[in-house]
């Protein structure tokens, strides 16, 4: 199982997405290359902070974290499951950076389901407008989510990420 986490940046410029050819993603990082992070959600929170600022020039100044979603992905003959810790903001500072090949973007948010290609971006997205902390679960059969092995569950408190 991989462990990885995503920023959902949402601010009066756009969505913080990540561009390659025509391609768009949210940031998201394994925290495996970062050989620490697994253990607590501050940990995956610092994480988080530090990649986006290194992938995008962003820092992110209100982070919270709204959810975790599961990913069953099957490509046969292989397949993966993936953890993703979903940290939220609105607020940031500094200026977009490209580093590597990925150009960070600011998408207006009415944009959104048109350029995300990935289904499990757009599932995620869609869960994200509801506003309350979530814990989910996806898994597709092609390009469609599979409704029978995906589901969500919706909370109304917060985390403290001591």
């Avoid at 990649?51 to 709204?66: E, S, V, Y």
């Avoid at 940031?92 to 998408?107: A, I």
């Avoid at 757009?122 to 902390?133: N, P, S, V």
């Amino acid at each position: 199982m991989e462990n990885m986490t995503l920023t959902y940046l949402d601010t009066q410029k756009g969505v913080l997405l990540l561009k390659k050819e025509s391609q768009f993603i949210f940031p998201k990082f394994n925290l495996m290359s970062e050989g620490k992070g697994l253990k607590n959600f501050k940990g995956r929170l610092e994480t988080c902070i530090k990649n986006t600022k290194n992938q995008t020039g962003i820092i992110l100044l209100d982070p919270i974290f709204k959810g975790i979603v599961n990913i069953s992905e099957t490509y046969l003959p292989f397949s993966r499951d993936v953890s993703y810790f979903i940290f939220s903001a609105t607020k940031y500072s500094g200026f977009l950076d490209k580093s590597g090949n990925l150009t960070p973007c600011f998408v207006d948010k009415s944009d959104l389901p048109r350029v995300l290609t990935s289904i499990y971006a757009k599932q995620i997205y869609e869960w994200l407008q509801d506003g309350r902390m979530f814990a989910g679960n996806l898994s597709a059969k092609g390009n469609e989510i599979d409704a029978h092995n995906s589901f969500v569950d919706f909370f109304n408190f917060s985390c403290n990420l001591e």
